[in-house]
């Protein structure tokens, strides 16, 4: 009986080793080890990585420059899908490695998670329907009675937040999209960002854009990881500043309309 007594403490004090070593473990030595790197995801995000709908291949700057951190590292990419809602769970959960998908940079996401330097930027910009009679310029949205839409948990959701003083503000969550409750009718102008906003002229026959006159709201975008790991960080950073040097960014950018917005 003492030796079984003896036995299940050896087995119990070698498993809990075990989980401190691999809690301990960085994510570039677990990326190194399985030969994978897990991406996140926006499925939705057309031009930065998007799912289409008949074929259900992946393509977007995103998707491109994903496979590139992937080659550098020497090992495979495997996607999962995610929201942004969903971001800051999935990389603290260990759901995936690094968040690949134009991660505007917020005060709120910077409290929880770490990023990379920017590669993209964008302004916000409005969507509405080339019937719509409301909202004809920049300055009919913020007026008694507009109804602006966001989508949950994007970053023009804070920033409408706090800049609208008149309109009321609709918070759309999935799996509702602001593109349908626009044509539906239930709001009359939908904020995104630039590369959401390429999706709906290139591809939506009744879609208006929105510019405002003078810079609105310019986010800086880039790829998100969990705190507490400075060396995959390090890597991840390293990457961004190597695609900046040898033009592998602004070819990925410019394949997917995006050249435009670019940080250099």
């Known amino acids: 009986m003492r030796f079984l007594s003896l036995l299940r403490c050896t087995v119990v004090a070698g498993s809990l080793l075990a989980a401190v070593a691999a809690h301990a473990q960085t994510v570039l030595e677990r990326v190194s080890a399985s030969g994978v790197v897990r991406v996140c995801i926006w499925p939705e995000y057309y031009g930065v990585t998007y799912r289409h709908a008949r074929t259900q291949e992946l393509g977007g700057v995103d998707i491109e420059l994903s496979a590139q951190l992937a080659s550098d590292l020497k090992v495979r990419v495997e996607y999962v899908d995610s929201s942004f809602p969903a971001l800051v769970g999935d990389l603290t959960a260990d759901r995936c490695d690094v968040a690949m998908f134009a991660i505007g940079v917020t005060e709120q996401r910077a409290e929880k998670l770490r990023f990379t330097q920017p590669y993209l930027r964008s302004d916000i910009y409005g969507i509405t329907t080339k019937s719509n009679q409301v909202i004809r310029q920049w300055a009919d949205i913020d007026k008694p009675g507009v109804l602006v839409a966001v989508q949950a948990g994007t970053f023009m959701e804070p920033v409408m937040e706090q800049r609208l003083k008149h309109a009321q503000l609709v918070r759309v969550k999935l799996p509702a999209t602001r593109e349908r409750e626009l044509v539906a009718g239930r709001v009359d102008v939908f904020m995104t960002d630039y590369p959401y906003s390429r999706r709906l002229l290139d591809n939506a026959d009744w879609a208006r854009l929105i510019t405002s006159p003078a ?21 991840v950073d390293d990457f961004v500043a190597r695609i900046k040097r040898d033009g592998r960014l602004e070819r990925a950018a410019g394949n997917h309309g995006l050249g435009p917005i670019v940080v250099r």
């Open 215 to 235: 810079p609105f709201s310019v986010i800086p975008y880039a790829y998100a990881v969990k705190p507490g790991d400075a060396k995959w960080l390090a890597t």
